[in-house]
């Protein structure tokens, strides 16, 4: 059984016997009963087939153009180094300092 999902409304789709078919949602993958889990071996060449044809497809889309806004504006490291602070030790004895004696 295949659902399409449209605003405010569910359809059931008719597919072809061995037509492509994407791979489960992750929801799914994270929601689904025990008696589920070989469900999915069933399409696993159909899911194969799929991926085959979005590799396809986004082989054939123009890369997209690469940003020059580093090359225009470089990220300098010019932030001043600041002087290592000295901190006064308030208690050195075991008794001194809080226990998290914890269970």
Request: hydrophobic share 30%; proline share 9%; with cysteine.
């Amino acid at each position: 059984m295949c659902l399409g999902a449209i605003p405010n409304h569910f359809v059931l789709i008719y597919l072809k016997n061995g037509c492509p078919l994407p791979p489960s949602s992750t929801e799914w993958h994270n929601h689904k009963k025990e008696d589920a889990v070989t469900w999915e071996d069933e399409y696993l060449d159909q899911h194969e087939l799929f991926r085959k044809l979005m590799a396809i497809e986004s082989g054939n889309k123009p890369s997209k153009p690469q940003k020059e806004s580093n090359k225009v504006a470089p990220i300098l490291l010019d932030t001043p180094e600041k002087s290592k602070q000295q901190f006064e030790v308030i208690a050195e004895d075991e008794e001194d300092s809080n226990s998290l004696d914890l269970p």
